[in-house]
C-alpha cells in the first residue's frame, strides 16, 4: 500500500473515531464536518476525498453502534437456561439497558434523516437484520411449527413494540412509561404477547 493509501485508510479510521465521539457527547444532530475536519486535523474537502458525504460517514458511525447492540444482545441471548422465553425477556431489557446508558449514540440509529431515496449500503441493512436473528432464534424454538417467514414477521413486531417503550420512556413523552416501571412493562409486553399466541 502506498503512503497516500495509507494515509487516507487512516484518515478513515480517525473520522469515524471522530465522529463516534461527538455523537456520544452530542448526539447526531450538532454533527458538523467542519468541526470532525479540525477534530482530526483535515481539511474540509480532505473529508470528501475518504467519504462520498457526510451521510456516508454516519452510516459507518452508526454501524459501529449497531455493532456494539448487537454485541450486548448476542451476549444476552447466550445466557438460554432459563429457555427461550426468559431469553426474550432479558433481550427487550439489555436493549433498554443500552438506549438508557448509551442514548446520543442509540437515537443517532433513529434520529438521522438521509434523503429520500438514500441508498444504505448492504452491510448494514444486513448489520439491521442480525439484531433480529437474537429474537428469530428463542421465537422459533416456541413456535417450530411456524414458518421462517412467520417468525421473522413476529421478530419485527416485538422488536418494533419494545422499541416503542423505550423510545417514549427515554423521550419522556406523556404517554411514556416512568423509567423505573420500563422493565417490569416489558416483561408484561413480552408475556401476554406469548401467551395469547401458543
Known amino acids: 500500500m502506498s503512503k497516500a493509501s495509507q494515509r487516507k485508510a487512516q484518515l478513515h479510521i480517525d473520522l469515524i473515531d471522530a465522529a463516534e465521539k461527538r455523537i456520544a457527547e452530542h448526539g447526531i444532530t450538532q454533527l458538523r464536518a467542519r468541526d470532525l475536519a479540525r477534530d482530526v486535523g ?25 455493532m456494539a447492540i448487537d454485541e450486548v444482545m448476542a451476549a444476552a441471548a447466550a445466557n438460554d437456561d432459563d429457555g427461550p422465553r426468559a431469553v426474550m425477556i432479558n433481550l427487550a431489557w439489555t436493549y433498554f439497558d443500552f438506549a438508557t446508558n448509551y442514548n ?79 422493565r417490569n412493562q416489558l416483561e408484561i409486553l413480552i408475556t401476554s404477547f406469548l401467551d395469547g399466541n401458543e
Open 42 to 66: 483535515c481539511s474540509l474537502g480532505s473529508i470528501y476525498n475518504v467519504f462520498d458525504d457526510l451521510h456516508a460517514l454516519i452510516v459507518h458511525a452508526n454501524a459501529r453502534t449497531l
Open 104 to 182: 446520543k449514540p442509540w437515537r443517532g440509529l433513529f434520529d438521522h434523516v438521509f434523503p429520500k431515496n438514500y441508498d444504505l449500503p448492504e452491510w448494514m441493512y444486513e448489520g439491521q437484520l442480525k439484531l433480529l436473528n437474537h429474537i428469530e432464534k428463542p421465537l422459533a424454538e416456541l413456535w417450530p411449527n411456524a414458518t421462517t417467514e412467520e417468525i421473522s414477521l413476529i421478530s419485527r413486531t416485538l422488536f418494533s413494540a419494545v422499541h416503542g417503550v423505550v423510545e417514549l420512556s427515554l423521550d419522556d413523552r406523556t404517554v411514556g412509561l416512568p423509567p423505573e416501571s420500563v
